[in-house]
């Protein structure tokens, strides 16, 4: 047992800490009741392994995780040299008030263009949200690939010196006249800092988004935009 604090609460702290984010977290544990296991993924651990552990599970899972990682660091070095080579139209975003500094994108991939910003919200930006929405399409997309998706995936990208972040979650719906017979999208929330916790409560307002989008329903993306900065807001950027 860990002397000070549990295995959850140790994740919860470090999780506050923006330079920990990318690092990929495992729970190894005797505590192996369905509870305990729903609570760490719930948490958004990147797996759960419990007592007695198979040596070879235990070695693919790591080897998966750091491999993940690795992309994410080189897609977020990528989008570094992408913001410096937009510094010049981002400084004068910057200074505005935070709340106008929070953009809700929808990228589409069209198989003959590529990514497509469909949608974003607020309308007018000093920032380039079409090509951010593009290399964040790219981004999640080399992660996690153009390909079936089971389930929604999601990943947070911190680009501390121009203090912008961005959190994108990856879907797809079957679309008969697309390639694969699927039709693949991203929904980003863009803001000046998105903390791992806040990006949980994004996370779940991106999939009712989603969903709306599978039905073909009708989305409103200023009611949306509202409850993201009050998210945004109500918590520390900072953190």
């Given at each position: 047992m860990m002397p000070t604090m549990n295995g959850y609460d140790f994740f919860k702290t470090i999780s506050k800490d923006p330079q920990y984010l990318q690092i990929p977290f495992i729970f190894l544990s005797a505590l192996d009741s369905p509870e305990d296991v729903r609570l760490g993924k719930l948490l958004g651990v990147d797996d759960y392994l419990t007592k007695p552990v198979n040596e070879d599970d235990l070695l693919a899972t790591i080897e998966g995780k750091i491999s993940r990682n690795k992309k994410r660091v080189q897609i977020s070095d990528e989008l570094k040299e992408f913001f410096l080579s937009q510094e010049t139209e981002m400084k004068e975003q910057i200074s505005e008030k935070q709340k106008s500094q929070v953009y809700i994108l929808r990228v589409d991939w069209d198989d003959k263009f590529?990514?497509?910003?469909?949608?974003?919200?607020?309308?007018?930006?000093?920032?380039?949200?079409?090509?951010?929405?593009?290399?964040?399409?790219?981004?999640?997309?080399?992660?996690?690939?153009?390909?079936?998706?089971?389930?929604?995936?999601?990943?947070?990208?911190?680009?501390?010196?121009?203090?912008?972040?961005?959190?994108?979650?990856?879907?797809?719906?079957?679309?008969?006249?697309?390639?694969?017979?699927?039709?693949?999208?991203?929904?980003?929330?863009?803001?000046?800092?998105?903390?791992?916790?806040?990006?949980?409560?994004?996370?779940?307002?991106?999939?009712?988004?989603?969903?709306?989008?599978?039905?073909?329903?009708?989305?409103?993306?200023?009611?949306?935009?509202?409850?993201?900065?009050?998210?945004?807001?109500?918590?520390?950027?900072?953190?």
């Open positions: 590529g990514p497509n910003l469909v949608e974003n919200y607020p309308k007018e930006s000093n920032l380039p949200l079409k090509k951010i929405g593009n290399q964040l399409f790219q981004a999640i997309s080399t992660i996690y690939g153009q390909q079936s998706l089971t389930e929604a995936e999601g990943i947070l990208i911190n680009i501390e010196n121009f203090k912008i972040a961005g959190y994108s979650l990856f879907n797809s719906y079957i679309d008969k006249q697309s390639r694969g017979g699927e039709k693949e999208f991203m929904l980003a929330v863009i803001a000046p800092s998105i903390s791992y916790f806040q990006s949980l409560q994004i996370k779940k307002i991106l999939l009712n988004m989603s969903n709306y989008i599978k039905q073909k329903k009708e989305l409103n993306f200023k009611e949306v935009w509202g409850k993201i900065t009050k998210i945004l807001i109500s918590l520390p950027l900072q953190q």
